[in-house]
């Protein structure tokens, strides 16, 4: 059973994620952040790199979502910036609320 909540993935540097989470949370566009570091390796323009990061787990809703794409694209420092939107197909259903109620400033 398919809901309206999505995970949203991206990755950044540590200060550029923790700005990122702060402003989404205030401005309601995700009802949490969570900030985990990894090692990311990815080829980019030619060259194999491995880099330290921060990958963003971002909840909001599928109604806000392009919201929250548009709003981290803004903020982010990368010419092409990984963000993934996944659908959640099920989960416990406070938590679902919570995020649909801390969201409900997202158009």
Known sequence: MATD???ILCTAATTEAES???????????A???IVPVQSTYRWKGEICNDPEHLMIVKTTKEGADRAVAAIRS??????PEIIVLPVI????PYLDWVRHETKGTP
């Open 5 to 7: 909540i999505v995970v």
């Open 75 to 80: 903020m982010h420092s990368a010419d092409v």
């Open 90 to 93: 099920a989960g416990y259903a």
């Open 32 to 34: 949490c952040v969570n």
């Open 20 to 30: 990122m989470a702060q402003a989404l949370v205030e401005q309601q566009i995700a």
